[in-house]
Structures are given as structure tokens and as C-alpha cells.
Nanobody
Framework: QVQLVESGGGLVQAGGSLRLSCAAS????????MGWFRQAPGKEREFVLA????????YYADSVKGRITISRDNAKNTVYLQMNSLKPEDTAVYYC???????????????WGQGTQVTVSS
């Protein structure tokens, strides 16, 4: 079992930055790829970024390229989402998830956090 807890969400003005964290616990975390997804009200959950266990493969959604980056510290069992130049359309609940590989599709992820709200005001 892997437990995931997101933190770092909040309210920010357009153009601002936030750094989300996802802390993992459970002895089976090793070897898992991690993904970030988001879900806005009335919309489906969508892929944001994913990173392999070693960090050598990273996949981005086109909508966040150049603005949002993903990193991980395996010694701390933590994955980060650095979000810069935020836009109102980035407003959503952000979820981290764990899977054997850095998939794009949400159903392929085995474990999910509870989510953290990000609100970007115009």
C-alpha cells in the first residue's frame, strides 16, 4: 500500500507561483512513477505531468509546458509540482498519483491522494 498526501495549494493571483508537494508513505513506494492530475468543477480529471521513478522520463500536458515542472526527491518520498505564471484556467483540485510507469491516463494509476485546491484569481 502507498499513501499519498498533497499540500501547498491555496489562492494566488494570476501570474503568481505555487509549489505543491506530495508526500508518500508505505514501504512499497520504491519504484513507482508519480503523476499529477487536476480536476476543475464540472470537468473530467486531466493529466498535468508525470515523472518516472529515476526522474529520467517526464511527460507534460501541452497546456502547462514552460510554466509547470515536476521533480522528486526519493530520499524524502516526496514529489513536487512547481507552478509558475499561473492562469485562472489552472484553477482546480490537484491530485498526485502513483503507478508502475509514468502514464497519462488516470485509470492506470494505482494510488491517489485526496487532492489540494489551487485557485488562481484574475
Amino acid at each position: 500500500q502507498v499513501q499519498l498526501v498533497e499540500s501547498g495549494g491555496g489562492l494566488v493571483q494570476a501570474g503568481g507561483s505555487l509549489r505543491l508537494s506530495c508526500a508518500a508513505s508505505g514501504r512499497t513506494f520504491a519504484g513507482y512513477a508519480m503523476g499529477w492530475f487536476r480536476q476543475a468543477p464540472g470537468k473530467e480529471r486531466e493529466f498535468v505531468l508525470a515523472i518516472s521513478w529515476r526522474g529520467d522520463r517526464i511527460y507534460y500536458a501541452d497546456s502547462v509546458k514552460g510554466r509547470i515542472t515536476i521533480s522528486r526527491d526519493n530520499a524524502k518520498n516526496t514529489v513536487y509540482l512547481q507552478m509558475n505564471s499561473l492562469k485562472p484556467e489552472d484553477t482546480a483540485v490537484y491530485y498526485c498519483a502513483a503507478a508502475p510507469n509514468p502514464y497519462v491516463a488516470p485509470p492506470r494509476y494505482d494510488y491517489w491522494g485526496q487532492g489540494t485546491q489551487v485557485t488562481v484569481s484574475s
